[in-house]
């Protein structure tokens, strides 16, 4: 890719070529003209009026003029000198390559010969020979010329594939320039192990500094302090404390507060952890565009947020190209899942299903199931999945329905085929209260006494029948809540919150305490995986995927292990109006 550094070069090298032709004829300015007869002052000055005209063609010409009668003096150096340089500015490269060397060969002592080196190198290194080339840059001792001769020599390398370098520096294999190409061809393009390999040895040989990312998966680079960037939706222009917001501001807010809370906690832990904030909204694209093309974005290792879900493919799409990992806090929407770099800590309809699906053949056993769902997208995807799983893990799908307020004499139908009443289990993906209420009814006139699970919308019908009834059955909810809270950890951190919020549990909004609760142990979260993982790389690789499990005391579980959305729901036991927690088989 051609870059500002590229050009910057290329210019230089403009430059150097100009700065030759002042100091030839600065130089051929301090020989007295006594040194020289008339006809050949005559002459050379002819020949420096010619060639600051950029009339190369009769600078040439003056030149074989004044060569066929030498005369001898300092300044036949310089003739030489200008016919090399109206050689090389009317592209006759080579046979300018050829005056230059001849000079070095009749003029040892030329004052100029490090801005000879300086040309030669560069007249073989554009054409690949690399062997000349880095010789001639060798015999430069000048500092500052010698430094820019081998940023020239890395230019030309850089142009170079990867397998064409590493060719190359089996033939040179002492050449810490080279080396230094090399290495940074890898970590840019290779996602292939033995390079990875090689770039390690590389650093090692000649004590380069790594590079700060690479493209190679499966390798661990780690920081001693990781940025973990925050872009939440704080519209802080309208922002109100005290007073009512929008309901994206309050969670942002919530989660936020959980987040700084804990990371104050941890950096008195020695827990260090970088942590940036930004207000993202749906109408800032424009702004935030320029953020995510800058290397203030390229520096971060992990993102939670944005909660839009258009701004969120926007940054995911900008975190997969710079390898960083981003987490979205609230979504259920698989399609945000595009990359290998992107996650949703709640979990996604099909993951609920499939979920439910282990869950049932762990704790019960089953072998027969009837699956009945309703027309939302959603319960009819986690309906799908739970059936897949279901028959993945042996289990006869006996009923496979949707039903909804349309249709619900299918229930009856359902319930009242023989073979159906050996089924183990009954999973109802459906919110809706008519199905709801219809099922059960129907689940008593048959006397079917199978488990039943059901979604935690269901509680909350203002339908007293059908609470009194699920209170009497073996009914297990899906649902989002918490199992169970640390309660010595939730009042500590209830106070902090408080003195964040400037609230007090009697105006505080439950609502958001939840979100709070996950800010503060995402920390925690993000900490250790950083630490395991690293950061440049995709967490998909078994190895990686495998660290990506946590418990935390005040939200559910977080597993990534097998999935890129939060393969975890809380499945309660309902017993006497109340929700049980299940102790795992």
């Not at 000048?142 to 142009?159: D, G, H, N, R, V």
């Not at 090399?182 to 840019?188: N, Q, S």
């Not at 800010?519 to 967490?539: A, H, I, P, W």
Request: with cysteine; charged share 25%; aromatic share 12%.
């Amino acid at each position: 890719m051609f870059n500002f550094f590229d050009f910057m070069l290329i210019k230089y090298l403009k430059i150097r070529f100009l700065l030759v032709i002042v100091k030839v004829v600065l130089w051929s300015c301090l020989f007295p003209a006594q040194a020289q007869s008339k006809k050949f002052k005559k002459a050379f000055a002819q020949l420096k009026t010619n060639f600051l005209k950029a009339d190369y063609q009769a600078t040439l010409t003056q030149v074989e003029k004044m060569l066929k009668k030498p005369e001898n003096t300092p300044l036949l150096a310089h003739i030489y000198m200008y016919k090399a340089l109206a050689l090389l500015k009317t592209n006759q490269d080579q046979e300018a390559a050829q005056v230059f060397q001849e000079i070095l060969q009749k003029f040892p002592d030329y004052a100029h010969q490090e801005d000879i080196f300086y040309q030669l190198a560069h007249y073989y290194l554009q054409r690949r020979q690399w062997q000349d080339g880095f010789t001639w840059i060798e015999k430069i001792q000048t500092p500052p010329l010698k430094a820019q001769a081998i940023e020239m020599k890395k230019y030309f390398l850089k142009q170079e594939s990867l397998p064409e370098l590493k060719q190359l520096q089996t033939q040179f294999t002492q050449d810490k320039d080279l080396a230094h190409v090399l290495l940074h061809k890898i970590t840019a393009t290779s996602d292939k192990k033995e390079d990875y390999f090689l770039a390690e040895q590389l650093i090692q040989q000649f004590n380069l500094q790594r590079p700060e990312r690479q493209q190679i998966a499966g390798i661990t680079y780690t920081k001693q302090i990781y940025n973990v960037a925050v872009f939440l939706p704080f519209d802080l222009k309208n922002l109100k404390f005290g007073q009512k917001n929008s309901l994206l501001t309050d969670l942002s807010i919530a989660l936020y507060q959980g987040m700084r809370i804990r990371h104050k906690q941890m950096q008195a832990e020695g827990k260090m952890l970088n942590l940036k904030v930004y207000d993202v909204r749906s109408t800032q694209k424009d702004s935030l565009q320029i953020l995510l093309k800058s290397p203030e974005f390229q520096a971060f290792d992990f993102i939670v947020g944005p909660l839009q879900d258009d701004v969120f493919s926007l940054v995911a799409e900008a975190c997969a190209k710079a390898k960083i990992q981003i987490l979205h806090p609230l979504s259920e929407e698989a399609s945000l899942i595009q990359n290998p770099f992107t996650y949703l800590l709640q979990s996604t309809p099909n993951s609920k299903g499939a979920y439910v699906a282990q869950f049932v053949h762990k704790q019960l056993n089953a072998q027969k199931a009837i699956i009945i769902f309703d027309n939302l997208a959603k319960n009819k995807l986690a309906a799908e999945a739970h059936k897949v799983q279901a028959e993945k893990l042996g289990v006869q799908v006996l009923a496979f329905e949707q039903i909804t307020a349309s249709n619900l004499r299918k229930i009856q139908e359902i319930l009242n085929q023989t073979n159906n009443k050996e089924a183990d289990y009954i999973v109802a993906f459906t919110t809706s209260q008519a199905v709801a209420s219809q099922l059960v009814e129907q689940l008593d006139r048959a006397s079917y006494t199978t488990p039943l699970f059901i979604t935690d919308s269901w509680l909350k019908f203002q339908d007293d029948d059908l609470i009194e009834n699920l209170a009497k059955r073996t009914v297990f909810v899906m649902t989002t809540e918490v199992a169970q809270i640390d309660k010595k950890l939730e009042q500590s951190f209830l106070k902090e919150y408080n003195l964040a919020t400037r609230s007090t549990p009697q105006v505080q909004d439950k609502k958001l305490l939840p979100f709070a609760f996950l800010g503060y142990e995402l920390m925690d979260f993000l900490y250790e995986t950083l630490q395991k993982n690293g950061t440049y790389t995709s967490y998909r690789l078994p190895e990686l995927a495998q660290n990506l499990f946590f418990l935390p005391k005040l939200s559910n579980p977080i597993d990534f292990r097998n999935t890129q959305d939060n393969f975890y729901l809380n499945v309660m036991k309902y017993e006497n109006g109340q929700l049980k927690t299940i102790e795992p088989k």
